[in-house]
């Protein structure tokens, strides 16, 4: 430290996800971290194994889209190990939204199994706003599959494309 100058220790999560699409309570749940935390990378993740229904770049692109001028959020996606994402972004948590008990089961097995790859990485749990608790991104698929309006529960850029995506599944399965 030089002159009594104060150095600043940014400190930065990683809020990892399939995102599928991004929804407001997910929105909700980066905007209060940062309350808590300096950055907040959101991180699609890349699983090849999982059939979803946007490509990685376009999640990414709609996510930048959304979060466009909030200087310290980042988007951006990874592959591999968590744990090694993190430590390579030079973040110190891991943060994730919780909505029911059903949730909770999932996310602790998978926070005991980050824990025991990289014990040095925490993870930071937010409890999802009463009003979002039913959002989840498969139920808003079949929703907009179905005709109905998801504007409450997705921005416009997302409700947007999930109806072009959807419409065109629908009628490439109908020939
Ligand atoms: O939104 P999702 O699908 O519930 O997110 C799950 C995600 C991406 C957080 C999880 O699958 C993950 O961490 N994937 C990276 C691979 C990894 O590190 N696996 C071991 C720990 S579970």
């Not at 300096?38 to 699983?47: H, L, M, Y």
């Not at 005991?112 to 706003?129: G, Y």
Request: proline share 2%.
């Amino acid at each position: 430290m030089r002159g009594g100058e104060q150095t600043k220790i940014t400190n930065c999560a990683v809020y990892p996800g399939s995102f599928d699409p991004i929804t407001f309570g997910h929105i909700s749940v980066v905007r209060r971290a940062l309350k808590i935390f300096d950055r907040i990378i959101v991180a699609v993740a890349i699983n090849t194994s999982k059939r979803n229904t946007f490509s990685v770049t376009e999640r990414v692109r709609m996510m930048r889209k959304i979060f466009q001028g909030e200087k310290d959020v980042e988007v951006a996606s990874f592959s591999g190990l968590l744990v090694d994402y993190v430590r390579q972004k030079g973040a110190q948590a891991i943060l994730r939204g919780i909505r029911t008990m059903t949730d909770f089961d999932y996310e602790f097995q998978m926070a005991l199994a980050n824990k025991s790859l990289d014990p040095r990485v925490e993870q930071v749990f937010m409890m999802t706003e009463g009003k979002y608790l039913y959002y989840s991104s498969s139920i808003i698929k079949e929703i907009v599959a179905l005709g109905g309006s998801v504007r409450e529960m997705v921005p416009a850029i997302v409700e947007v494309n999930l109806r072009k995506k959807l419409w065109k599944t629908q009628t490439r399965t109908a020939r």
